[in-house]
T-cell receptor
């Protein structure tokens, strides 16, 4: 079954420390993978997607097909990075299209 | 430049009422989705639609139905609202395997 797993519900780091938000997926095929972010009182929005290989707001994510992981990383956390982060995948399997999300990780960056 | 609009930010309904949540997008996307967002459970897919009058069940369709009579509009219907359907409901739209654009959410309380 298709699944996105984010093992941490809450991650607290100090400003300037490195951040890694974990994401593992289960999918029979080649999915598209995404990270979404939801800042306080704002709508959910795309942070980055694996196919673009961009660095957005200092965040990067590498797709590791062997480990079926798509961890989100940033070398130096900023207070404005505090938000809810969701990993997601989309793709078609068994004739059905899916766009599914993980349970989310709340990142708190402490001053 | 709001692209996905949900008809209500907050709704309070009584148990047993029929509830309609409306979503409109102006990007000519073929895919539209309804999720519910609950703390610790992330975003769970209720239904999605990949074309007018086409729909597929997501992971938690029980107690819900949907309607898509026009490409830009996707409605979520709670046939007989129950207290366990109190939640934040998010609508999204996308092209295939691309960024999903979200509405601002509807916080539904069933009393």
């Amino acid at each position: 079954a298709q699944r996105v797993t984010q093992p941490e519900k809450l991650l607290s780091v100090f400003k300037g420390a490195p951040v890694e938000l974990k994401c593992n997926y289960s999918y029979s095929g080649s999915p598209e993978l995404f990270w979404y972010v939801q800042y306080s009182r704002q709508r959910l929005q795309l942070l980055l997607r694996h196919i673009s290989r961009e660095s957005i707001k200092g965040f990067t994510a590498d797709l590791n097909k062997g480990e079926t992981s798509f961890h989100l990383k940033k070398p130096f956390a900023q207070e404005e990075d505090s938000a809810m982060y969701y990993c997601a995948l989309s793709g078609r399997t068994s004739g059905t299209y899916k766009y599914i999300f993980g349970t989310g990780t709340r990142l708190k960056v402490l001053a | 430049d709001v692209k996905v609009t949900q008809s209500s930010r907050y709704l309070v309904k009584r148990t047993g009422e029929k509830v309609f949540l409306e979503c409109v997008q102006d990007m000519d996307h073929e895919n539209m989705f309804w999720y519910r967002q609950d703390p610790g459970l992330g975003l769970r897919l209720i239904y999605f639609s990949y074309d007018v009058k086409m729909k597929e069940k997501g992971d938690i369709p029980e107690g819900y139905s949907v309607s898509r009579e026009k490409k830009e509009r996707f409605s979520l219907i709670l046939e007989s609202a129950s207290t366990n359907q109190t939640s934040m409901y998010l609508c999204a739209s996308s092209l295939m395997d691309t960024e999903a654009f979200f509405g601002q959410g509807t916080r539904l309380t069933v009393v």
